[in-house]
């Protein structure tokens, strides 16, 4: 009787979870999905031959600037607001910002709009992980995140197939995206209703509370441990954000129409969101190092076969890109899950905390390189750009397979805490 007992009070913790968290997952998808609409519609419009090259870049590294200043700001919100409050505050700021770009064309207005963009986006995705991380236990945290990070899949597909049944030059793209996160700031608030209170049962740490000194875990002592995922967590925030925001502009220098450019990031899109489980499936069965090694080398080849490809054979473009998105998009959490197996589960928090960031680094940094680059070089310069960050995640690997022992000892299951921003 005691067990059956156990079991139904486990079952009640299960569904108790699952209530507190499906909503915020539901939120994020919504939100996230006009975020993705908006990236895809400015884009359309910088890719205007009468945009100045340099204001393109100014623009498009707006977003991960503000997006990398959410990431310092959102503790400050949460401990003052908490997390639904915050939430709903930053929802409203994201709203706000999509509306504005129907009322202006004014550059450095967008370059505002795009910094306001970036740092909801940013509060959002901590303010969701940190709820979800507190909710999740050891034994379901992999499936809560995995979720999660569907989701977010889902949004940057759905914002791409939005686009496509609007239109690539319809005249309400932003208008669109606004309602969209409206829809999802009014199904936070009124319907998924008031979030529960933080269970008692679980008492783990608070990713937004700042760790003891002792208890911290510095980018640069997991650069020694684990090379991989510093380059694999770059290469990430890098082909995210230049893949979704650069391509449309890429496919214009090369004679691409838009509706081709769209349907290209839609398709990189599905393979990444297709490729997540299997490849989390191996990850958990084959040596990281391993799978890291072949999905470095993949993408740096398919780079090198889109640079090839060209406008000459679109058939074999959206193949290309579908391969790219399977191999490219799944780099970032095989990396994570590697770095937990080599460091113990205190350190983990910090350690996800810098590795956000340097994210954020990779989304600000590359953007301007590559409008650049393909400025005054070649449009195809773009994907040797992200060919060559692949390449160097695969060395990374290389590095880490010479070693024949890990420093602490690891265990082939991982409960990672992987981020969603592939924005």
Not at 38 to 56: K, R
Not at 150 to 156: E, I, K, P, R, W
Not at 183 to 200: D, E, T
Request: aromatic share 10%.
């Amino acid at each position: 009787m005691t067990q059956v007992w156990a079991h139904v009070t486990r079952l009640r913790q299960k569904v108790a979870r699952s209530r507190a968290i499906f909503p915020v997952l539901i939120s994020i998808c919504i939100i996230g999905t006009g975020n993705g609409l908006l990236t895809t519609a400015v884009s359309l419009h910088l890719s205007n031959p009468d945009v100045d090259s340099q204001i393109v870049q100014i623009v498009l590294t707006a977003f991960p600037a503000g997006f990398l200043a959410g990431c310092f700001v959102t503790r400050f919100f949460v401990a003052k607001l908490g997390h639904q409050r915050t939430f709903l505050l930053v929802s409203l700021l994201a709203a706000l910002a999509t509306a504005g770009f129907t009322l202006t064309m004014f550059m450095p207005v967008w370059v505002g709009l795009r910094l306001m963009n970036g740092l909801s986006m940013a509060a959002l995705f901590i303010v969701s992980e940190s709820w979800i991380n507190l909710y999740a236990d050891q034994r379901n945290r992999g499936t809560y995140f995995a979720l999660y990070m569907l989701m977010t899949s889902l949004a940057v597909l759905f914002g791409q197939v939005m686009v496509e049944v609007a239109g690539p030059h319809s005249p309400h793209l932003f208008l669109i995206a606004a309602m969209t996160i409206v829809a999802g700031m009014v199904y936070c608030k009124f319907i998924a209703g008031p979030w529960p209170v933080l269970p008692a049962w679980e008492p783990p740490p608070d990713p937004l509370m700042i760790a003891p000194a002792k208890q911290r875990y510095s980018l640069w002592k997991l650069a020694i441990l684990a090379p991989v995922t510093i380059l694999g967590v770059f290469q990430a925030g890098m082909t995210n954000m230049n893949v979704f925001a650069m391509t449309p502009i890429y496919g214009v220098h090369i004679g691409l129409p838009a509706v081709t450019t769209v349907g290209l990031t839609t398709t990189f899109s599905i393979g990444g969101m297709l490729a997540q489980t299997p490849v989390g499936w191996l990850s958990d069965r084959l040596d990281r190092r391993l799978i890291l090694l072949v999905q470095g080398i993949l993408a740096a080849l398919l780079c090198a076969g889109i640079v090839w490809s060209g406008n000459r054979f679109v058939p074999l473009l959206y193949a290309l890109f579908f391969a790219y998105g399977a191999t490219a998009l799944t780099i970032y959490p095989v990396a994570i899950a590697f770095a937990n197996s080599q460091i113990e589960s205190r350190h983990m928090v910090s350690a996800s905390g810098g590795l956000l960031l340097l994210y954020s680094i990779g989304n600000v940094m590359t953007p301007g390189v590559a409008a650049g680059l393909m400025e005054h070089v070649a449009p195809q310069a773009l994907f040797v750009m992200l060919g060559s960050g692949a390449a160097l995640a695969a060395i990374a690997a290389s590095f880490n397979l010479m070693r024949r022992h890990a420093l602490i000892p690891v265990s082939s299951r991982s409960d990672c805490v992987a981020s969603g921003v592939n924005e």
